[in-house]
């Protein structure tokens, strides 16, 4: 390993030794950055690499909040505002009970690299709250919304710091959230997250974006190989937003998506998923998919099991951090699978990743892969600043031509650093490049 990578790595160790999924990110980006450290002695001169893994801000707030058995709560938020060398702040809110410093710093930095593929401005940036919004009641939701962007609202702003949905957070607590802001600062500030409803201010298409967006990238990698998805078989992890959209284009596509998964286990149809039923068990019902099972009687569900043993040519991890590990890689491997996508951030292991690398499997990466729905987001901005709706149709041709660009960048990248299909270090070095050329600009700050 490079001198100057140990050295950074040792660092950024001692610094953040208590968050193990940080730690894990900042490996994976900086030890695929070796081979551009001989033709830019810059980056150890200015100590890029060092810069880059300490955000530039970090905050963390008490939410208080009362739930509706009259039980005041306290609840730690945070919001880590990472890297505005290329715009405001820029990335999701994610509520879940098991949000931490480190998930947050992981999220964050992922979203530098993300942001910058996207070739828009947008800096990064994640925060969220450890917070369940599994089985609460519409007004919890609304009162721990309203307390959070309390605190929230003082940092953020369309040219600071603009948050959107991730995990726990959909256009609902985004409603809530915006009602908030705008009560606070006496001000319709629109830009000021993204992911709103579309009657105001939201962009058509961001819902599907990230998912489209990670089918879009999927299609150029199998292009590469003269192959498609259609009449592919398809496994998906999750059933959120990500993974139900992704599952709609697949099937609209001609591929057959027979499984996909929630935390409580795994659905598998073998007729192909009805997306519809996913959709509207998660945004109108609020329940598991078990449920599906109620509406298809030929699907099975499988509580407690993971889905990756289930035979296909195509695999989607859609769902969270480090899902598919090296056991899950080696069946899907044993079982034919012919590409991976990650539509979720970081939800293959190191050792999953370095399998899929051996044995020649299509690897897309997710800060290249699900780059879709903050690209959207950006478009959202920019509607949003013109006082433009543009159709359904426009944002996903926009859509369409950015995963294109970022899958062409890292290609590009990948064949003149690395090997010609290794998109995992192309997407690396080209949202690192774009990055650290913005903060030599910029000067020492
Ligand atoms: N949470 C999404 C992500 O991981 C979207 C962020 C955004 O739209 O700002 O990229």
């Known amino acids: 390993m490079h001198p100057y990578i140990a050295q950074t790595l040792e660092t950024v160790e ?7 999924v940080f730690l894990q990110a900042v490996r994976e980006v900086i030890t695929t950055l070796e081979p551009i450290l001989a033709e830019h002695p810059e980056i150890e001169d200015l100590n890029l690499l060092e810069r880059m893994c300490e955000p530039e801000r970090q905050v963390i707030f008490r939410v ?10 306290s609840t730690r938020g945070f919001r880590i505002e990472f890297s505005s060398v290329l715009g405001p702040y820029k990335g999701g809110l994610r509520f879940q009970p098991v949000v931490n410093m480190g998930v947050m710093k992981f999220l964050g930095f992922e979203q530098v690299f993300k942001n910058s593929l996207t070739g828009l401005n947008i800096g990064g940036g994640k925060g969220g709250a450890e917070f369940e919004p599994y089985g609460k009641s519409d007004d919890e939701v609304m009162r721990f919304c309203q307390a959070f962007m309390s605190e929230l609202y003082r940092h953020i702003g369309e040219q600071r710091d603009v948050p959107a949905g991730d995990m726990g957070v959909g256009a609902r607590e985004i409603g809530y959230l915006f009602g908030q802001y705008k009560r606070l600062t006496n001000r319709y500030e629109m830009g000021v997250l993204t992911g709103k409803s579309v009657g105001w201010g939201g962009s058509l298409a961001r819902m599907e ?8 990238f999927t299609q150029e990698m199998l292009k590469t190989r003269g192959e498609s998805v259609e009449g592919k078989r398809v496994i998906v992890s999750g059933a959120g937003n990500v993974a139900t959209y992704a599952m709609k284009k697949l099937t609209e596509l001609g591929a057959k998506v027979v499984a996909c998964s929630d935390i409580t286990g795994t659905l598998y149809h073998e007729d192909g998923i009805d997306v519809s039923v996913i959709k509207h068990l998660a945004e109108v019902e609020r329940k598991h998919i078990r449920a599906y099972c109620d509406h298809h009687r030929d699907a099975t569900f499988r509580l407690g099991a993971k889905v990756w043993n289930v035979p296909c040519d195509l695999a989607f991890p859609c769902a969270t951090q480090n899902e598919l590990d090296g056991k899950d890689a080696k069946e899907l491997i044993d079982n034919g699978v012919q590409l991976i996508c990650e539509g979720a951030n970081m939800p293959c292991t190191p050792d999953a990743m370095e399998a899929f690398r051996a044995a020649g499997i299509l690897f897309g990466p997710a800060k290249a892969a699900n780059a879709g729905g903050v690209a959207v987001s950006a478009l959202e901005m920019q509607q949003n ?12 041709h926009e859509l369409q031509k950015i995963m294109q660009r970022i899958f062409s960048q890292c290609t590009h990248y990948a064949e003149k650093y690395a090997t010609p299909t290794d998109y995992a270090a192309g997407a690396n070095i080209a949202g690192f490049l774009r990055v650290a050329q913005a903060m030599i600009s910029h000067g020492l700050i």
């Open 14 to 20: 001692k610094r953040n030794h208590s968050e193990p």
């Open 64 to 73: 208080v909040w009362r739930g509706d058995d009259g039980k005041v709560r």
């Open 209 to 216: 974006a990230t998912g489209y967006g990670v089918v879009y």
């Open 385 to 396: 600043a013109g006082l433009e709706q543009w159709t359904f149709k426009q944002v996903d």
